[in-house]
């Protein structure tokens, strides 16, 4: 399964995403701000597609949610 993921790189987000990555899941991750994500997930943001979005501009995720079958946050 693909799945995007936004506020991979909060608390909850980065739960998530390690158990997409422990399941194998093809994951886009979504941040805010790619350069400045904590030092306990770089390793996790390693190994998938990360795009940087604000989600108050919802318009910048139209096309990566094309992609994508599951949405989780």
Do not use: N, Y
Not at 13 to 32: D, P, Q, Y
Not at 40 to 58: C, K, M, N, T, Y
């Amino acid at each position: 399964m693909r799945v995007l993921l936004t506020g991979a790189s909060g608390f909850v987000g980065s739960h998530l995403l390690a158990r997409f990555l422990r399941k194998g899941e093809h994951t886009l991750a979504v941040v805010l701000r790619p350069g400045r994500v904590p030092h306990r997930i770089q390793h996790l943001l390693a190994g998938v597609e990360v795009i940087a979005s604000d989600l108050a501009r919802p318009e910048t995720l139209d096309e990566p949610m094309r992609r994508f079958a599951q949405i989780g946050r």
